[in-house]
Structures are given as C-alpha cells and as structure tokens.
C-alpha cells in the first residue's frame, strides 16, 4: 500500500530517495521544476543528461517517458527526469500524463526507491489546467503497482495545493 502525501513548497529541498523532474524532450533544462532543480542540484545533474543525451536520447526523451540520473546536491538519491504533454486549444493527451507517473514509478522501483516526490507535471508551462492534472496524477499513482512506499506531491502554490486535496478527498 503506498501512501499518498500533499506538501505545499519548494520540491528542491525535499527529502526523499527520488524527486521527479518535469523535464522537457531535450533533457538540457529549462524553467520552471526544471530549471530550480538544476540551480540547486548543481552540474552534475545536467551532465548526466547530457550523457545520456548522446547515449540513449539522441532525439530526446520520449513525452511521457522516464528516466533517472543523479541528484547531485539535492537531499536525494536520484533525480526521475519525466516529460510532460503540452496542453494546447482544446484538450491533451490524459494517457500521456498518467504514463509520466507510471513509468516515474516504475523507475523508482527499478532503483529500489521507497519515498518519491512529485510536481504536478505539465501544469506550469505547459498549460495542463490544474484540476484535470490533479484527477491523472492521484488516479494513477493509486491504480500503479509499486514498492513505493510514500508518493509525495509537493505542490508550489495554495491552487495546486488545493486541487490535489480535492482529489484525494
Ligand atoms: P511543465 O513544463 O511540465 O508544465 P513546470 O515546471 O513549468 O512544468 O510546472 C509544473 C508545476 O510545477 C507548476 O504547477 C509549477 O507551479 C510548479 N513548480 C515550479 N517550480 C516548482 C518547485 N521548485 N517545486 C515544486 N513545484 C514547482
């Protein structure tokens, strides 16, 4: 059974096993969850995804995909690099958000981690309206098998906050 926990703040000065990024393709950084992890983590982050750039991501990580490098200086183990779909005009992928959480966690597992923070992935710049992200995150993490113990949704503002506590009800 894994618990599901609600923090509102910063994810960069969380303290689990792995804290989810909500990266884009390129894998290289950008603003938001993104940039703060990377200006916190420090370089060590951004290297490995360069690697892994040249490695096994030429044409980017796939939306909707995982995958994990080093926390560098985060009070962490590993960073879980996710990419999120983009909201447009009208509607977004649903399966393609829920995918970001399964195989997030399944990643988590792979890695043998226990506790997990997540962003509310795509809700920032890409424009994923908050209480639709809400409903796929809780609804996905609590129909995916895992070894997860905590799932912890650390949320930046009282919207996103509130959204999530509606959801888990
Ligand atoms: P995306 O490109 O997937 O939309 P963003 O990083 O732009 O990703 O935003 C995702 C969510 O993360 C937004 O709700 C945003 O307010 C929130 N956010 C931004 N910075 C942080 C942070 N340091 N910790 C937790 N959540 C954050």
Redesign the pocket.
Known sequence: MTLITLVQ????GQSVDALVN?A?SSLLG?????G?IHRRGGPEILAECRRLRASRYGRGLPTGQAVATTAGELDARWVIHTV?PVWRTGGGDAALLASCYRESLRVADELGARTVAF??????????P?EDAARVAVQTVRSTPTAVEEVRF????DR?YDAFVRQLG
């Open positions: 703040g910063d994810i960069t909500a884009n950008g603003g938001g969850v993104d703060a999120g962003p509310a992935i795509s809700t920032g710049v890409y424009r994923w908050m650390v949320l930046f503002d996103a």
